[in-house]
Structures are given as C-alpha cells and as structure tokens.
C-alpha cells in the first residue's frame, strides 16, 4: 500500500457528461500529481500541485481541471467527456516540489460510453 | 534475458534466472531516473531510483545501471520470482524549472516470469 488513496476505482459515464475524480496523498506529502495511462499513450503527466498551488503543467485538455485543498487532498475535473477520455487516471504525492520519488495510488478507471 | 525497453515490450525468463530490462532515455539533461513496477491492476510501485552523479546502484534483488554517454539505463533483477511479473517503467526527471516534479516515462517492459 503507497499510501495514496484514490476514489472511485471504477467509473462508467457517458459523453458529454462531466467527473471528480479524488485523491488523498500520502500523510505528509505535499505534491499531488496527476497521470493519465491509456493503452497507445502509456504514463502521461497532467499537472501537479504543490501545497495548494499549480506547480507544473503537462498535456491536461483544457476540459480538464484539478485544484488542491487546503487539507492537501486534491480533485481532478474531467468535463465535456469524450470516448478518448477513457483511461486510468493515477493520482501519486511526493514530499516536496519534485526531482524525487512519487507514490502512486491505485487509480480510477474511466470508462465513457 | 534482455531486452530493450522501448523495442521488445516483452521479456519471459526462467524462475531463478537474472532479468535485464533495458531503457534508452531521451534527454541529455535528465539528472534523476527512476524505475517502476505496475503489476495488473495496481499503480506503478517504486522499485529503486538513481541520479546522474552514479553509475549504479543496488537495492534488495536489483540493480540500475546507468550510462550517460549513451543514455541507456538498465535494471537488473536477481533471482527472477514468479511475483516479479509486471510491467517495468523507467521514468526520468529533467529537474529544471517548471518541469522540475514532471516524470516522463518510458512505454514499459512487459515482464513474465515462467516457474
């Protein structure tokens, strides 16, 4: 177990329809970051959040968005669904602003139909 | 076995045999890499990390070798286990600026361990 915890696991929606998913990092961990893993696309980094402020920016769709709380958890905002959009979706943490190991947590999966 | 990461997406070995997985990275200025293991289902599991100023470094059962000139890193997994069975990443860091937290990882090594 990292640590990180992650919800829902499994998420079945349709287009156009808009999803939280949640993240709460490791106890201690500042940095929350986002990644996106899909078969043709493999890890890709999406954004990351530094205790409480954006810290780095990656390929997220400006569909997208994700904010971190004051208590460091941290949401991501997927809207305007597309069947593209279908993928695991991992939520890691890290102590400090980067440049070190992330934990990762178990993920949601992402199904738009 | 070997194989490269990038080029052969699998690699099956014996139980008991030594593993090679094998990553070729793509910058130059990438100072911190590190390897995952994501087993099905699961997030990438930290296996062991290493930054530019080595050239090798051991943890329990592996090993990652790293070669600047080349860029090419490598793990090395003794003993091969059935329960070693995932998919390995290497990911590195380019440690600048705004891309300082940001990993880029490779496209992963499908790694299956027959008894």
């Known amino acids: 177990d990292s640590g990180v915890t992650q919800t829902p696991k499994h998420l079945i929606t349709a287009t156009g329809q808009r999803v939280t998913l949640r993240c709460s990092p490791r106890?201690?961990?500042?940095?929350v970051y986002w990644y996106q893993q899909s078969l043709d696309q493999g890890l890709q980094f999406l954004i990351q959040?530094?205790?409480?402020?954006?810290?780095a920016k990656g390929n997220i769709l400006e569909r997208f968005s994700a904010q971190q709380f004051p208590d460091l958890h941290s949401e991501l905002n997927l809207s305007s669904l597309e069947l593209g959009d279908s993928a695991l979706y991992f939520c890691?943490?890290?102590?400090?602003?980067?440049?070190?190991?992330?934990?990762f947590g178990s993920g949601t999966q992402l199904s738009v139909l | 076995g070997e194989s490269v990461g990038l080029h052969l997406p699998t690699l099956s070995v014996q139980e008991g045999d030594n593993s090679i997985i094998n990553c070729a990275y793509s910058?130059?200025?990438?100072?911190?890499f590190i390897w995952y293991k994501q087993e099905s289902g699961k997030g990438p599991q930290f296996i062991i990390d290493?930054?530019?100023?080595?050239d090798k470094r051991q943890g329990q059962r592996v090993t990652v070798l790293l070669n600047k000139t080349v860029k090419h890193l490598s793990l090395q997994i003794a003993a091969t286990q059935p329960g070693d069975s995932a998919v390995y990443f290497c990911?590195?860091?380019?440690?600048?600026?705004?891309?300082?937290?940001?990993?880029?990882f490779g496209r992963g090594t499908q790694l299956t361990v027959w008894p």
């Open positions: 290493i930054r530019s100023n080595m």
């Open positions: 890691a943490s890290s102590v400090g602003q980067g440049d070190e190991k992330l934990f």
């Open positions: 106890s201690g961990d500042l940095s």
């Open positions: 959040y530094y205790n409480g402020e954006e810290r």
């Open positions: 990911a590195e860091n380019r440690g600048r600026g705004s891309t300082l937290g940001r990993l880029y």
């Open positions: 910058n130059s200025a990438s100072d911190y």
